[in-house]
C-alpha cells in the first residue's frame, strides 16, 4: 500500500506565507505526476497545482504567481510554498500523487488525508 503524509498547514493572516509538504511512503516503484489540490466548504475540490515527474509544472489561474509546486524525488515529496495567501485560499489542501508500485505495474492514484489552511482577513 501507499500512504500520502501532508504537513505544514495552519492559520495565517492575508498576505502570509506557508509551505506544505506530502510525503509519499510504502511500496512504491516510481511516482508520476504529482499534484495539489483543495477543498474549501460547499464548494467542489479543485486542482491547485502539479508537477510532473521532470518537474514540469502546471498552476490554476487563481493561484498563479502566489503558489510555486516543488517535488524531491529521493524523498518522494511533494510541496506547496503559498505566499500572499488570500482569504478565499483557505480550504482543506490535498495531495495526490500517480503511483506505479512495479516496473510493469497499474499506475493507481493515491490521497492524502488533507491539512487545513486558514486565512484570515
Known amino acids: 500500500q501507499v500512504q500520502l503524509v501532508e504537513s505544514g498547514g495552519g492559520s495565517v493572516q492575508a498576505g502570509g506565507s506557508l509551505r506544505l509538504s506530502c510525503a509519499a511512503s510504502g511500496v512504491i516503484f516510481s511516482i508520476k505526476t504529482m499534484a495539489w489540490y483543495r477543498q474549501a466548504p460547499g464548494k467542489q475540490r479543485e486542482l491547485v497545482a502539479t508537477i510532473t515527474s521532470s518537474s514540469d509544472t502546471n498552476y490554476a489561474d487563481s493561484v498563479k504567481g502566489r503558489f510555486t509546486v516543488s517535488r524531491d524525488n529521493a524523498k518522494n515529496t511533494v510541496y506547496l510554498q503559498m505566499n500572499s495567501l488570500k482569504p478565499e485560499d483557505a480550504a482543506v489542501y490535498y495531495c495526490?500523487?500517480?503511483?506505479?508500485?512495479?516496473?510493469?505495474?497499474?499506475?493507481?492514484?493515491?490521497w492524502g488525508q488533507g491539512t487545513q489552511v486558514t486565512v484570515s482577513s
Open positions: 495526490n500523487a500517480l503511483v506505479q508500485r512495479s516496473p510493469t505495474g497499474t499506475i493507481f492514484s493515491y
